[in-house]
């Protein structure tokens, strides 16, 4: 099993979509969470740390649930600029960072 | 911005060739990371220190080296370059402690033929 694990995707979309993304971890050592967006052929970037009490950014809002060991990632009101790979990142303590398989999303006219 | 860079950004080049694919970062990052991503496919990192003079392999084996001289700096190194070596290779970097993000350079696209 992989340490970390994401929806398989891809997720075709229409403008305007409420799109989630779930992902799940197995470290329970885990420290920090992230999100990151990479879209093709480019670096990955940061999207949005995630925290406990879960957190909003614009259309973006991220939860954690440590006792579930899960992550996830909601986005409203998509636009066609979200179309990219979001990536589920664990930094477990004294170890390195761990990143998911991504989810692939692309958002249609 | 983040402010690390990789050079070249492209290369093409034949096989048994030597190649040195440079990295470098001026945010005074002690922990740095090599990774290896085929195209749609999944990061895996190859290589990482944790400050000067400290380099260790990664999950995934590579036939790469690489060398901490200084902080800033942290070049991956190909002796005998085959088309097997065929990626996009990102550097990153990141502040010591567990609760700070990475932040990675542009890549470097290889072809190896």
């Known amino acids: 099993r992989k340490e970390v694990e994401q929806d398989p995707g891809p997720f075709n979309v229409p403008e305007g979509a409420t799109v989630a993304f779930n992902c799940t971890y197995s470290?329970?050592?885990?420290?920090?969470f992230f999100w990151y967006r990479q879209d093709c052929r480019k670096e990955p970037k940061l999207l949005m740390s995630?925290?406990?009490s879960g957190n909003e950014d614009g259309r973006f809002t991220a939860q954690l649930n440590r006792a579930s060991q899960y992550i996830s990632l909601l986005i409203r009101d998509s636009k066609l600029s979200d179309s990219a790979t979001y990536l589920c990142v664990v930094n477990p303590i004294g170890q390195n960072f761990v990143f998911g398989p991504g989810t692939r999303l692309s958002v249609l006219p | 911005e983040a402010d690390i860079y990789q050079t070249p950004r492209y290369l093409v080049i034949g096989t048994g060739k030597k190649i040195t694919l440079e990295c470098s970062q001026t945010?005074?990052?002690?922990?740095m990371y090599w990774y290896q991503q085929d195209p749609g496919m999944e990061l895996h990192l190859i290589h990482y220190?944790?400050?000067?003079?400290?380099?260790e392999k990664g999950d995934l084996s590579s036939e790469s080296t690489v060398s901490r001289i200084r902080t800033e700096h942290f070049p991956l190194t190909l002796e005998s370059a085959r088309p097997s070596h065929t990626s996009q290779y990102l550097c990153a970097s990141s502040e010591a402690g567990s609760d700070t993000e990475a932040f990675f350079g542009q890549g470097t696209r290889l072809t190896v033929v």
């Open positions: 945010m005074g990052h002690d922990k």
């Open positions: 220190s944790y400050g000067v003079n400290s380099t």
């Open positions: 470290n329970s050592a885990s420290q920090s």
């Open positions: 995630v925290y406990s």
